[in-house]
């Protein structure tokens, strides 16, 4: 049931987002504005119609961490775009995404997370493919996200599973808070 609520939140946002886009002539260029919007917006909108208020204020608390890092970090580098206007580092429009995307991820699990991190790796994309971003300012706007929600975000169910990556090995960490 989640699964099916998950995606009619997330088409209703791009319909909603897709009608301000519409005139535009670059395709890859306008979903992603409009994934950048629509994957923090259908996180924010699922806590809201499952009335989880700690979940609402987690996602208020990641998503704002994101966008001052992000904004803090944009205008104190003011690192030049590939075409060549102001404020390229890191990139906002993924930031956002994946602050969704991390959002779904570490309240949900991997089975809600993985469809919106491929979004949210799409958004990434358009930003270079647009001549907005270098590869670093993407990785650099999907890092702050995921590492806000890795501070702010708790599981809803208690439980959290996570990959872990060492020098020597790689594994799962699973998790139960009590």
Known sequence: MKTISLFLVLIFSIFIISADFAESSD???????????????????????????????????????????????????NEKRPNGEKHSFPSAHTASAFAGAAFVQQRDGWKYGVPLYIAASFVGYSRIESKEHYFHDVV?????????????????????????????????IIGKSF
Not at 52 to 64: L, P, R, W
Not at 141 to 168: E, M, R, Y
């Open 140 to 172: 650099a706007g999907a890092a702050i996200g995921i590492a806000a929600n890795l501070i702010f975000t708790k599981p809803f169910k208690n439980i959290s599973v996570a990959p872990i990556i060492g020098k020597d090995f790689n594994g799962v």
């Open 27 to 77: 395709v890859i260029k306008t979903a992603g504005d409009i994934g950048a919007l629509a994957i923090p917006a259908s996180a924010a909108m699922m806590t809201l119609i499952y009335k989880d208020k700690e979940g609402t204020m987690q996602f208020i608390k990641a998503y704002a961490a994101t966008m001052a890092a992000t904004f803090g970090l944009k205008y104190t580098i």
